[in-house]
């Protein structure tokens, strides 16, 4: 019989090997990715049935990485393995379109249960924190204050959230000084956020970065 492909991304190696380990009796481990880049390239690649995600990882954050999948066209189930808590995290993971939210600190057969519900084209979150997401979901304000940010937007806001200057973000994507302003301005204006120690506050609250 033929086992499910699936891709692991994880940037802690010593949490793929036991991943690998709980997943392959059932799964064939098709690759590993140790960022949100490198996910994304092996998603196109490999055609996995499914994927295993961290959301916090170098570079392109799991959800963000999740949204440019849906873009291109990538309907492969994501499920996301994460430490976060946070009900904003899973909501926004969930909106984003993926199949499964789970923590790791959850008993192991958490994450068999959320691939099989996937496998019949159903959601699964935690039951330590399903209650509140689901309520989140049902009574959230029509508007996302992040739903407005533009992808460059975004991947400004995460460098800031890691604690690069402008100057370092400028290098980093090769583009202006005046250009990081630009976007760090509007995101700002977009979030209502009056200075940069708010605008990371704000981001890490949404869950549009990582703290």
Do not use: C, W
């Not at 098709?30 to 690649?45: E, T």
């Not at 499920?79 to 923590?103: C, K, Q, S």
Request: charged share 20%; no cysteine; hydrophobic share 45%.
């Amino acid at each position: 019989m033929t086992r499910p492909r699936l891709l692991l991304a994880d940037d802690h190696r010593i949490v793929a090997a036991g991943l690998e380990a709980l997943l392959a009796p059932g799964y064939e481990l098709v690759g590993r990715a140790p960022d949100g880049g490198s996910l994304l390239a092996l998603a196109r690649q490999l055609q996995a049935d499914f994927i295993v995600a961290d959301i916090s990882m170098p570079g392109l954050n799991g959800i963000d990485a999740l949204r440019q999948m849906r873009r291109e066209g990538l309907d492969v189930p994501v499920i996301f393995l994460t430490m976060h808590t946070e009900p904003a995290y899973a909501r926004r993971a969930l909106e984003a379109g993926a199949a499964g939210y789970v923590l790791k600190h959850a008993a192991p057969r958490e994450l068999l249960q959320a691939l099989q519900a996937a496998a019949q084209g159903g959601v699964y979150i935690s039951r330590e924190i399903a209650a509140e997401v689901l309520g989140g979901l049902h009574h959230r304000p029509e508007r996302d204050p992040a739903s407005g940010l533009t992808p460059r937007q975004r991947e400004i806001i995460v460098l800031l959230v890691e604690g690069r200057s402008a100057k370092e973000i400028a290098r980093l994507l090769d583009i202006s000084h005046r250009t990081v302003e630009y976007h760090k301005y509007q995101a700002m204006e977009a979030l209502g956020a009056a200075t940069n120690a708010e605008l990371i506050q704000l981001a890490i609250r949404l869950g549009i970065a990582a703290a």
